[in-house]
C-alpha cells in the first residue's frame, strides 16, 4: 500500500509539472510572438536589419561598428520570412524562448525542476523595458548575443561536469558567435576558465583552455572573414573609441547626459523591470549568495560581476538596452536563490514564501502583457497616413524633440531637423530633451496658433498649418 500511495503522489507531481510547463510555454509564446510585427521600427532595429540582408547578399559596407554574426542571422531569417523586421524579430524571440529552455534543463538538474521552471518563468515573462513592449521582441543585437553567451557558459558547465568531450568545441563556437554579435561579452572570456577550476580539474583546465582558445579564435576569424577581418576590426575599435571619448547624449533619470554616469545602467535596469521584479530579483540573488552558495553560484555570478564592472566603470555610455546583458545571470542567480529558499525548514513556509516572491514577480509582468497585447504602430509610424488624409503626400516634414532614428525608416528624404530646410508642409515634435525645438519654431507654434491644426499621434505632437511653413523677407518662419 504505502508503495502505491508513494507512486500515486509521483503520478500527480508530475502532472502539476506538466501543467505548469505547459501553462509557461503558452505564456512565454504570447509574451514573445504576439503582435511582433506590430512594434514600431526603431532606428537601431532598421539599421541592424537592413544590414543584415546586405550582408547576405554580399555587400558589406554597413554598420561595420558592430560585429556581424547577429546581423548575418537577421539577413538569413528575412530570407526565410521576406524582407523587413518581422522575421529578425521572430529570430529574436525565439532565442529568447531558447534561452530559457537552457535555464530550465541547467537548474533542473543542478538545484530541481521549480528553480529551472522559475528561471524560464522569469525570463521569458518580466518585464525589460527600453525598447518596444520588451527590448528583446525587436530586431537588436544584444538579444543575439546573450543567448549565445548563456548557452556558451551552459555548455562549458556541462562539459566540466560530465566530461562529454564534445561540450567544449561547442562552448567555443557558441562564444564566438555571442562576442561576434556584440562586443560587450568579450570581457567574459576568463569565466570559461573558471569551470574547471572550480572542480579542480587540472588537466581540463590546461588541455580544455587550449582547445576552447584555438575553436574560439578559428571561429571568430571565420564569422568575420566575408567582412575583412583587419579592417572591418580596426574601423570597429576604431568607432568605439571615439564613442567613449566623445559620449552619447542620454536622458537618465530626468537628465540629459553626454557621458553617463556609474549608475546609468542600473537606473535603466531599474525602469526596465519595474520595481515589484526588482525587488524579487534582489532578493533572490541574495538568497543565493547566503544560501548554500557553491560552485555554481560563484560560477554564474562571475559573468554577472564582470558585465557590470564593465559596463558601470569601463564604459562611459549608458544606453537603455545595455543591462540586459546582466539580466539573464540575476535572473539564474535569483531562481538558485528561491529555488534553495523553497527546501529551507520549516519547510512548508520557505517554499511558501518562495512561490510567493515568485508570484510577486509575475504580477509585475502584467504591465507587460497588457501592453504586448495593446501593441499597434504608434507615432511616427501613424504619420504619413494622417498627412496623406490632410491631403499632404509630399514635401518636408520639420521635426524636433525626437531623434532622427526614430523618423527615418519612415519618412525618409522628407524628414529635416534644420529650419534652414524650409519650407515645410508640417511640424512634428516630440519629447526628446536630447533634441530641443530650435526658437523659431517655438515662436511659429505659439505666434500663428490660429493658422496649425494640432493632432496627438500618442508620444509625438503634429502641427499641421493651413499653408506651407516658409521663410518670409525678414528670414522668419511664417504660415503662406
Not at 569551470?195 to 576552447?212: D, I, K, S, T, Y
Not at 567582412?227 to 571619448?245: C, H, K, P, T, W
Request: include cysteine.
Amino acid at each position: 500500500m504505502p508503495s502505491r500511495r508513494h507512486a500515486l503522489v509521483l503520478q500527480d507531481r508530475r502532472a502539476v509539472r506538466i501543467v505548469a510547463l505547459v501553462l509557461l510555454a503558452l505564456a512565454a509564446a504570447y509574451q514573445c510572438f504576439w503582435r511582433i510585427a506590430d512594434e514600431n521600427i526603431g532606428g537601431d532595429e532598421s539599421t541592424y536589419v537592413r544590414a543584415g540582408f546586405a550582408y547576405v547578399h554580399g555587400a558589406f559596407d554597413q554598420n561595420r561598428e558592430h560585429p556581424p554574426t547577429a546581423k548575418y542571422l537577421f539577413g538569413l531569417a528575412q530570407l526565410v520570412g521576406g524582407e523587413g523586421a518581422t522575421a529578425p524579430r521572430v529570430l529574436v524571440s525565439a532565442l529568447v524562448v531558447l534561452g530559457a529552455a537552457v535555464m530550465f534543463v541547467w537548474l533542473r538538474a543542478e538545484v530541481g525542476f521549480w528553480a529551472g521552471w522559475t528561471a524560464a518563468a522569469l525570463w521569458t515573462l518580466t518585464p525589460r523595458g527600453g525598447s518596444g513592449a520588451r527590448l528583446d521582441r525587436v530586431a537588436l543585437l544584444d538579444p543575439v548575443m546573450v543567448f549565445f553567451a548563456l548557452a556558451a557558459l551552459f555548455a562549458v558547465w556541462t562539459w566540466t561536469r560530465t566530461g562529454r568531450w564534445w561540450w567544449l568545441p561547442l562552448s567555443a563556437v557558441l562564444m564566438a558567435a555571442s562576442v561576434t554579435s556584440k562586443a560587450s561579452t568579450l570581457v567574459l572570456v576568463p569565466v570559461f576558465l573558471l569551470a574547471p577550476l572550480l572542480f579542480r580539474q587540472w588537466r581540463r583546465l590546461v588541455v580544455g583552455g587550449v582547445v576552447w582558445a584555438v575553436v574560439f579564435t578559428v571561429t571568430v576569424v571565420a564569422l568575420y572573414a566575408p567582412m575583412g577581418i583587419r579592417s572591418a576590426v580596426l574601423y570597429m575599435l576604431a568607432f568605439q573609441e571615439g564613442q567613449n571619448e566623445n559620449g552619447h547624449l542620454a536622458v537618465i533619470a530626468g537628465q540629459t547626459h553626454q557621458f553617463a554616469p556609474w549608475w546609468g545602467n542600473w537606473w535603466f535596469l531599474a525602469q526596465g523591470v519595474g520595481l515589484p521584479v526588482l525587488v524579487v530579483l534582489a532578493a533572490g540573488v541574495l538568497l543565493a549568495v547566503v544560501v548554500r552558495p557553491d560552485r555554481l553560484v560563484v560560477f554564474l555570478a562571475a559573468p554577472l560581476l564582470l558585465l557590470v564592472a564593465f559596463y558601470s566603470v569601463a564604459a562611459k555610455i549608458a544606453l537603455p538596452t545595455y543591462y540586459s546583458a546582466w539580466t539573464p545571470w540575476i535572473v539564474l542567480l535569483a531562481a538558485v536563490g528561491l529555488g534553495r529558499l523553497a527546501v529551507l525548514r520549516p519547510r512548508p513556509l520557505t517554499g511558501a514564501l518562495a512561490a510567493l516572491l515568485v508570484v510577486v514577480a509575475l504580477v509585475g509582468s502584467i504591465p507587460t502583457a497588457r501592453a504586448v497585447w495593446q501593441t499597434r504602430p504608434e507615432g511616427v509610424a501613424r504619420l504619413l497616413p494622417l498627412l496623406r488624409s490632410e491631403g499632404i503626400r509630399d514635401g518636408r516634414i520639420f521635426f524636433g524633440a525626437i531623434t532622427p532614428s526614430d523618423y527615418d525608416q519612415y519618412v525618409g528624404a522628407r524628414g529635416v531637423r534644420d529650419v534652414d530646410d524650409a519650407p515645410f508642409e508640417a511640424i512634428v515634435v516630440g519629447r526628446d530633451q536630447r533634441f530641443p525645438l530650435p526658437q523659431e519654431v517655438t515662436d511659429l507654434l505659439r505666434d500663428e496658433r490660429s493658422s496649425f491644426e494640432r493632432v496627438r499621434l500618442d508620444r509625438i505632437v503634429v502641427w499641421i498649418p493651413d499653408g506651407e511653413i516658409e521663410r518670409d523677407a525678414d528670414g522668419e518662419l511664417d504660415v503662406r
